[in-house]
Nanobody, 130 residues
């Protein structure tokens, strides 16, 4: 089967860090675009970051630049989102996604990123509060 298994969410205070992990089964992450999205209550889903199929480009939403880092470990078939200096406005359900059908792209402006028909994780809650 084609599956992503996500972990690493939790409750943290402002300024603290979390690392989200997402491990793929049934396909390889090493030659496709992968990304992270988030959705807060009452808001539309927002693209956060992507890394392209070759690993040569990483792109981020303006709101997380300098604080978040996306990465991929081909040997472990796992993607990560390192989140530092977390803010209350980062609170959301975070989803990993992989373009295993190669239908999309990893744009510099991640507002234009669409992985709708790709493989998606189940989502993990990140809450940033004092």
């Amino acid at each position: 089967q084609v599956q992503l298994v996500e972990s690493g969410g939790g409750l943290v205070q402002p300024g603290e860090s979390l690392r989200l992990s997402c491990t793929a089964s049934g396909f390889s992450l090493n030659s496709i675009h992968v990304g992270w999205f988030r959705q807060a209550p009452g808001k539309e889903r927002e693209a956060v970051s992507c890394i392209d199929s070759s690993g040569s480009a990483t792109n981020y939403a303006e709101s997380v630049k300098g604080r978040f880092t996306i990465s991929r470990d081909s040997a472990k078939n796992t993607m990560y989102l390192q989140m530092n200096s977390l803010k209350p406005e980062d609170s959301a359900v975070y989803y990993c996604a992989a373009d295993y059908l190669k239908l999309y792209h990893c744009p510099y402006n991640v507002q234009n990123m669409r992985f709708d028909l790709g493989s998606w994780g189940h989502g993990t809650q990140v809450t940033v509060a004092s």
